[in-house]
Nanobody, 122 residues
């Protein structure tokens, strides 16, 4: 069964940090570009970050540049999102996703996890 499972979400104070993990199974992980997205209440799902198959290139939404870092460990079939200097506006459900091409476009991702809640208190 193809599956992406996010973990690491939780409640933190503004200025704090969290590291999200997404474990993949049932697929050839290194064949996929990976992305992180988030969706806040009442808002559309938005792109956060993505990473190439080998991990050689990364891309970020302007809102998280300099604060978030995406990385991957293909030997462990896992992609990570290190989130620093968190702000209340970062509060959302965070999803990882896999794509056959490197893209910021949500609809072009083929596989999605169930999401993990990140809540940042002010």
């Amino acid at each position: 069964q193809v599956r992406l499972v996010e973990s690491g979400g939780g409640l933190v104070q503004a200025g704090g940090s969290l590291r999200l993990s997404c474990a993949a199974s049932g697929l050839t992980f290194s064949s996929y570009a990976m992305g992180w997205f988030r969706q806040a209440p009442g808002k559309e799902r938005e792109f956060v970050a993505c990473i190439t198959r080998s991990g050689g290139s990364t891309y970020y939404a302007d809102s998280v540049k300099g604060r978030f870092t995406i990385s991957r460990d293909n030997a462990k079939n896992t992609v990570y999102l290190q989130m620093n200097s968190l702000k209340p506006e970062d509060t959302a459900v965070y999803y990882c996703a896999a794509s056959t091409s490197l893209t910021r476009i949500t609809t072009l991702y083929n596989l999605w996890g169930q999401g993990t809640q990140v809540t940042v208190s002010s």
